[in-house]
């Protein structure tokens, strides 16, 4: 790697990897096709924004139906402000990310743009009110949290960690407590979602940052919606101290190198990722180094088409060990989760934790992607089941495109089919054909919420 201005450089790859600065910290942009994932996460940011303004549009007129000065017109109009100052916060917290300069445009190599999709179920506010948790509640969930894992490393006979990676770490306060508490040589936190990272580097460094909380139950009026200032208990020298750093990038294309990590941490990660756990778990044991530890946390819940893949702790801790791990400790601890103050809402979770450590090398994982490869190389036949697995709808493309799906036809042959029937230039017929698969794929994908470190 080479730094040049704001960007660094890979020399083997050739790829520029922007350096943000939020607040002058620098944080590195590692995703594995940088200009791609800026690009999905304007769009994603715009979805945000299109929601945001639509419900503004039904909060205000909702108070053209109300009488002035009553209690329906306080709350209305709390909400309608709450969701205002939220956009405002949100846009001014992605600014890094220099959004203005990405243009959208479909004929712009969306093969490449396909092969590093990031996870259809994993959207920019999906873990919102985990900025609150870990920066303005101070309901001692976050302690109760790291007091685990720190009893797990101190079981395994970790006082104070090499290179400690937390991998999913969202708003960052697990990592900060960490940090704080064992002194490990470096921290590094990995998170793709950028509001999530950038606003917790913010918080870190020490700048007042406000955010607006809407709880689904509040308790009363006055907590509809507040205003919270998200606030460290004690600042950290981001900007002048390497051993916490922060990198927006994908837990399922690392960019760390193989045998260089002494502890990785992850947190409520294992079952909503996209990668199947078994290939996962080789990608961890990679970048361990020799009697590496991994200590997992987190509420056991793997969702996804294929009963295969949803794991029992069980079979967690039996994957875990064949691939490359001995089990040191693993057990079960309730705890509060997610309970706001402002809400009615609130409960407890039953966290399964491990950690393991490397006793040997694993079979290497391959390189992970959300999408399968046959709409990455359109030259490639579509799996029969592919077909049977997408419910068909009634829209006559789809059914035309499904029903043609064989086993032997690729996306490009089926655009062949598509253009001859319907009049369509090749290059159009190719596009809708991929689109359909993309956007039935991802209609399979499961919606998580409230399930994040």
């Known amino acids: 790697m080479a730094t040049s201005g704001d960007v660094l450089d890979c020399l083997h790859c050739g790829t520029s990897f922007p350096l943000l600065n939020v607040d002058g910290v620098t944080v590195p942009w590692l995703m594995p096709d940088p200009e791609s994932a800026r690009y999905e996460w304007k769009a994603r940011l715009n979805g945000f924004l299109e929601r945001n303004h639509a419900e503004q549009t039904r909060l205000l007129g909702a108070l053209r ?25 949100v846009v001014e917290r992605l600014a890094p990310l220099g959004f203005d300069d990405v243009e959208f445009n ?16 994993q959207g920019l ?45 969202g708003a960052c306060r697990l990592p900060y407590d960490l940090h704080r508490a064992m002194h490990p040589a470096q921290s590094i936190v990995v998170d793709f979602n950028p509001l999530l990272l950038l606003t917790a580097v913010a918080v870190m460094a020490g700048r007042e940052t406000y955010l607006h909380e809407i709880p689904v139950a509040p308790r009363g009026i006055d907590e509809v919606a507040h205003e919270q200032l998200l606030r460290a208990p004690a600042p950290l020298p981001l900007a002048d101290d390497d051993s916490f750093l922060a990198v927006l990038g994908d837990v399922t294309n690392l960019p760390f190198a193989d045998a260089t990590i002494d502890v990785v941490v992850t947190p409520w990660l294992i079952d909503i990722i996209s990668e199947e756990f078994s290939s996962f778990a080789r990608r961890i044991n990679a970048h361990l180094a020799p009697d590496g530890l991994w200590v997992n946390t987190g509420s056991l819940a793997f969702f996804g088409a294929d009963p295969l893949h949803t794991y029992s702790a069980e079979e967690v801790l039996d994957i875990v060990e064949s691939n490359g791990f001995e089990i040191v400790s693993a057990r079960r601890d309730t705890v509060p989760y997610l309970c706001s103050p402002l809400s009615a809402h609130g409960r407890q979770e039953e966290l ?102």
């Open 65 to 89: 139906k109300v009488a002035r000065g009553s209690l329906a017109e306080k709350r209305l109009a709390r909400l309608a402000d709450a969701l205002a100052a939220q956009r405002t916060a």
């Open 106 to 121: 479909d004929e712009t190599d969306p093969g490449r743009r396909l092969a590093n999709k990031l996870p259809a179920n």
């Open 125 to 169: 506010s999906s873990y919102y009110d985990n900025l609150f948790r870990d920066w303005a509640w101070d309901n001692g969930e976050n302690e109760t949290l790291a007091g685990i894992v720190r009893d797990l490393l101190r079981t395994a006979g970790c006082k104070r960690p090499g290179r400690m990676a937390t991998l999913g770490a």
């Open 352 to 453: 399964f934790s491990f950690v393991a450590r490397k006793c040997r090398d694993a079979a290497p994982a391959d390189r992970h992607r959300v999408l399968p490869n046959w709409l990455i190389d359109l030259s490639q036949p579509i799996p029969a089941d592919a077909a049977r697995a997408i419910e068909s709808s009634r829209h006559l493309l789809l059914a035309q495109v499904l029903g043609a799906t064989d086993g032997k036809r690729s996306v490009e042959a089926l655009g062949a089919l598509l253009a001859e029937h319907h009049g369509l230039a090749p290059a159009e017929a190719i596009h809708a054909v991929r689109r359909i698969f993309v956007e039935q794929l991802e209609l399979r994908a499961p919606a998580r919420s409230g399930a994040a470190p």
